[in-house]
């Protein structure tokens, strides 16, 4: 047990690791924007392109997206504060979701410069993918081939998957860390 006099002490600690933690998620949120815009930055803007060129660049930005799922899924178990990791595992998975999608509608784009209703750039991409997850739709930028709806379905299926699955993956994780936690502080006592 504590006594009455450490229990300040306990919240000052607590109230500094709360900062620490905050200052950290948006530290590492705004390196990664800042990682996808300058990546989104590299794409090509032109057509000589090859489609295996882009294939094999969306298999590894495939494997990195798992694996940086499965680091922001430990980092959620074991973190002092699991609800604000999760929080920000949910952000970051989304935003490198919506980067992949984006870098899609580059390629498709470079390749068939008529496949949406404008040539798109990847700010432009990245604006569609977001206003595509946000199932907005403003109707300024619009796939016009089959190719280009067939991916912008895909991505309304995974984004539906996104919310129901990955959000509840991340929570249930910060419930589970959450819940661990108490279970060792009441054996401690």
């Known amino acids: 047990m504590t006594s009455d006099s450490q229990i300040p002490a306990q919240v000052a600690s607590n109230r500094k690791e709360l900062v620490r ?9 705004v ?19 090859r489609a295996i ?4 660049g969306m298999l590894v930005v495939t494997a990195m997206y ?11 178990q074991k973190s002092h ?12 998975t989304g935003i490198l979701l919506l980067a992949i999608f984006a870098n899609i509608y580059v390629g498709i784009s470079l390749v068939d410069p008529g496949a949406f209703t404008e040539v798109l ?6 604006y569609f993918a977001l206003t595509v997850l946000a199932t907005v739709g403003f109707g300024d930028i619009a796939p016009n081939t ?3 709806r067939g991916v912008a379905m895909a991505q309304m299926v995974l984004n539906l998957v996104f919310i129901g ?14 819940s661990n936690k108490k279970d060792a502080q009441k054996n401690a006592d």
């Open 121 to 126: 750039t990847p700010f432009s991409s990245m």
């Open 146 to 148: 089959v190719p280009a």
């Open 81 to 92: 504060f699991p609800n604000i990791r999760a929080a920000e595992a949910m952000l970051t």
């Open 21 to 29: 933690e905050l200052i950290g998620v948006v530290a590492r949120t």
């Open 165 to 178: 699955v990955v959000v509840r993956v991340f929570a249930s994780a910060a419930k589970r860390s959450l």
């Open 53 to 56: 060129g882009v294939v094999a």
């Open 31 to 49: 390196l990664l924007i800042v990682l996808v815009v300058f990546l989104l930055s590299w794409l090509p803007d032109d057509q000589n392109v």
């Open 66 to 76: 798992i694996f940086f799922f499965l680091r922001q899924l430990h980092a959620v």
